[in-house]
């Protein structure tokens, strides 16, 4: 059954105590997967994110022709153990010109990024497409970089979809900046063994720094030979407990189970932004996560200024807009300048309203937050957060403690709707 078109999350009106249990790091999935696939031998991955992001990949890997298994986890619905069947560097599967094999992507940018460099390792032609949004994202760095260690990368505008003319390795060197995306940088690090590639970092971005040292920490730790790999908790999707748990108090015990404890997700600093502080930066402090905190930043004590924030503008949707868009439905006094966004206080509280979510999975799970605290906040398209964390709002509704207890209903028709009916599928 799926979720309604517009569904609402009323507040909660009771003490709530819980340990919410988030699904894995889609982050290191993906980058996990591609791991996986170059090693040298088989690999089970546990605790891995099995989402529409991380689906796209897995398909993927099948369709180059890996051996892919996936089996459920004990601990989490969201969760897979999966066993992929390493090839040390081999691609089975490649197309032609006059039929190139073709690869989906959706609107997952770490697929779009990093199956763009394995492709290169392959033999034969590769296509990459993707929604329309995906179309309208940035590669022309990835390409540059792949061109320079000599594949042949054909695509209008630099843009997908993209035929990729596999090679195999080509031991060759390449530079790649990181201020446009740290995917780009990633992509050929995952991939610079197996291809034989030397991969030069060009600038010194604060803000993609942190995602491209997890790449190297994550190639450092991996089973290249074959083994078992664990997949930490993702820090972003826990941030919006961590937030609920801040909006409800003092009526509210929330924690995460299995919090991550390593440094490799730039957001399991989020805890330590609560209460807010007066500024907040995209580029040095919080990944994804800030989305979480200019939400929630209207009941802080003063205005926060959100800082740095050009990245979001080329993610799932133009995020910053967006946020100032929706934030003001509810009664937010929001101001955008340049790349920062200024969020005020608001003494009188805010009110409901429908938000646009702009087919954006975070514009969806930070708003579901605010719901638990205002009345008449509906959620457009909630089906959305099956990008990266399906249950979401099994998570809201669930009974304690694993749960939150939250009522949440069609919006369209007051109908109550049951925890069975809460999955984004």
């Keep these: 059954m799926s979720l309604p078109e517009v569904i609402e999350i009323l507040p909660l009106d009771a003490p709530v105590s819980a340990v919410i249990t988030v699904p894995g790091s889609k982050s290191i999935t993906n980058r ?12 089970t991955l546990r605790g891995a994110l099995w989402s529409e992001d991380t689906q796209i990949m897995t398909a993927a890997l099948q369709q180059l022709g890996f051996a892919v298994e996936v089996e459920p986890d004990e601990k989490e619905f969201c969760n897979r153990m999966i066993r992929v069947g390493g090839l040390g560097g081999r691609i089975p599967n490649g197309g032609t010109a006059e039929k190139p094999l073709a690869l989906f992507v959706g609107n997952a940018g770490t697929a779009a990024r990093f199956l ?8 034969g032609v590769f296509r990459l497409h993707g929604s329309e949004r995906m179309h309208e994202r940035p590669q022309a760095g990835l390409f540059a970089a792949l061109r320079a260690l000599g594949y042949r990368i054909d695509s209008a505008q630099d843009r997908l979809p993209a035929d990729i003319h596999g090679a195999g390795p080509r031991p060759a060197r390449c530079r790649v900046a990181m201020s446009e995306s740290s995917q780009f940088a990633s992509a050929l690090l995952l991939c610079a063994a197996a291809g034989g590639w030397k991969v030069d970092l060009a600038g010194d971005s604060q803000e993609e720094a942190p995602y491209v040292a997890m790449t190297r920490q994550l190639i450092a730790a991996f089973p290249g030979k074959g083994g078992e790999f664990q997949i930490e908790a993702d820090a972003s999707s826990a941030s919006y407990f961590y937030a609920a748990n801040w909006l409800m108090q003092p009526r509210a015990a929330i924690g995460v189970a299995s919090f991550p404890k390593s440094d490799w997700q730039i957001d399991a600093a989020f805890p330590r932004f609560l209460p807010l ?4 930066s995209r580029r040095r402090q919080l990944g994804d996560s800030i989305m979480t905190a200019m939400v929630v ?11 740095d924030l050009e990245r979001l503008r080329v993610q799932e949707c133009e995020r910053v807009a967006a946020l100032r868009k929706e934030l003001t439905k509810c009664g937010a006094s929001v ?14 509280g805010l009110h409901g309203a429908e938000i646009e979510t702009y087919n954006d999975h975070r514009m969806a799970m930070c708003f579901a937050i605010l719901g638990l605290k205002i009345k008449g906040i509906c959620i ?8 990266t964390f399906p249950n979401f709002f099994q998570k809201l509704a669930g009974r304690s403690p694993s749960g939150l207890g939250a009522a949440i209903r069609d919006a369209r028709t007051a109908h109550p709707l049951r925890e069975a009916e809460l999955f984004a599928d």
């Design 116 to 123: 763009a460099a394995l492709a290169c390792l392959g033999r």
């Design 297 to 307: 930043a209207p009941f802080a004590s003063g205005p926060t200024r959100f800082r």
């Design 32 to 43: 996990a997967l591609i791991l996986a696939a170059l090693a040298e031998g088989q690999v």
């Design 277 to 280: 502080p007066g500024e907040v």
């Design 380 to 387: 457009k398209n909630p089906a959305c957060v099956k990008k």
């Design 335 to 348: 101001v955008e300048q340049n790349d920062d966004l200024t969020v005020f206080p608001a003494p009188g």
